[in-house]
Nanobody
Framework: QVQLVESGGGLVQPGGSLKLSCAAS???????????LDWYRQAPGEQRELVAR???????NYADSVKGRFTISRTNAKRTVYLQMNALKPEDTAVYYC??????????WGRGTQVTVSL
């Protein structure tokens, strides 16, 4: 059984920061270091979109809408992937999900954490 558990969401004012974490447990623990890890988000009435990606080698990619504001990172020893979000905007409001992709093509999703950016 594989679990991905996101945490760190909440309510923040525009311009503020949050750091999301996603901790893995279960059968992917032994291969965590080779996982391709993603953060997605889904706003109400919108499709789920890829926000950031980090490879097993540490290479990163970002959606244009978050470049320069968000940073994805991973700590393999803790089996955790992070998303540091700075200069948050109301349009960043969404449920944020982490996703793990194995070399064999299996995909696992967390249940999400709510981020709300509002005065």
């Amino acid at each position: 059984q594989v679990q991905l558990v996101e945490s760190g969401g909440g309510l923040v004012q525009p311009g503020g920061s949050l750091k999301l974490s996603c901790a893995a447990s279960g059968s992917i623990l032994n291969i965590f270091s080779v996982l391709l890890l993603d953060w997605y988000r889904q706003a109400p009435g919108e499709q789920r979109e890829l926000v950031a990606r980090i490879t097993s080698g540490g290479s990163t990619n970002y959606a244009d809408s978050v470049k320069g504001r968000f940073t994805i990172s991973r700590t393999n020893a803790k089996r955790t992937v992070y998303l540091q979000m700075n200069a948050l905007k109301p349009e960043d409001t969404a449920v944020y999900y982490c996703k793990a992709n194995t070399p064999g093509g299996n995909v696992y999703w967390g249940r999400g954490t709510q981020v709300t950016v509002s005065l």
